[in-house]
């Protein structure tokens, strides 16, 4: 069973366009997250949510609307795609989300091409 | 400059060769974590520690926190580490910031 899982894998769209993308986690845990991986490779963390309650956003565009039904789902939703929306999208959640230690369990990635 | 930085960004070594990594930041954190990206992109946490020294099989992390300093290292490498390494600190509760990676080859 998969721990962490994202729907879809690969998502090639075009500009101005409206997509989603889903995430489920298994684990039980509390907090989920979306990160962004840029062509650099470089990660950055978008949104977290703990519980369903949106904990951070980082000066992320508004275009990007997370949405948690139930702390076993986090999925991003994104207006009017731009070219730099490109990157791979990843999910991932912890147990605990208010304590330091807590270990966080990747989803595959979601590779997102806008053209 | 990011808070995060690794050395080196890319590092090519021989089957066997003992390898180290290194991460600094420049932040108050809470804790470090050591992340395995593989070439399919999956990530994988190894390591989450805030004081001393980690061991798994051939993996062995450590942090200096007074230095802000933590290294991660491979003894008897082999091609399979092949991979991107990446730090990360927490910063507050469960702020993740991140290292630029460190791309890791291993040739047989």
């Known amino acids: 069973d998969t721990a962490v899982s994202q729907t879809p894998k690969y998502l090639v769209t075009q500009m101005g366009n409206d997509k989603s993308i889903k995430c489920e986690q298994n684990?039980?845990?509390?907090?989920m997250y979306w990160y962004k991986q840029d062509s650099k490779k470089f990660l950055k963390i978008m949104f977290s949510?703990?519980?369903?309650?949106?904990?951070i956003n980082e000066t992320v565009p508004n275009r990007f609307s997370p949405k948690s039904p139930d702390k076993a789902h986090l999925n991003l939703h994104i207006n009017s795609l731009e070219l730099g929306d490109s990157a791979v999208y990843f999910c991932?959640?912890?147990?605990?989300?208010?304590?330091?230690?807590?270990?966080?369990?990747f989803g595959p990635g979601t590779r997102l091409t806008v053209l | 400059k990011n808070e995060v930085e690794q050395s080196p960004q890319n590092l090519t070594a021989q089957e066997g060769e003992f390898i180290t990594i290194n991460c600094s930041y420049s932040?108050?954190?809470?804790?470090l974590h050591w992340l395995q990206q593989h070439p399919g992109g999956g990530i994988v946490s190894l390591f989450m520690?805030?004081?001393g020294k980690k061991k798994h099989g051939r993996l062995i992390a450590t942090i200096n926190i007074q230095e802000k300093h933590s290294s991660l290292h491979i003894t008897a490498s082999h091609p399979r580490d092949s991979a991107v390494y990446i730090c990360?600190?927490?910063?507050?509760?469960?702020?993740?910031?991140f290292g630029q990676g460190t791309r890791l080859t291993i040739n047989p």
């Open positions: 991932a959640s912890s147990q605990e989300g208010w304590g330091p230690y807590n270990e966080q369990f």
């Open positions: 684990l039980g845990h509390d907090t």
């Open positions: 949510y703990n519980n369903k309650e949106l904990i």
């Open positions: 932040v108050g954190i809470s804790a």
């Open positions: 520690l805030s004081s």
């Open positions: 990360a600190v927490n910063q507050g509760a469960q702020k993740l910031v």
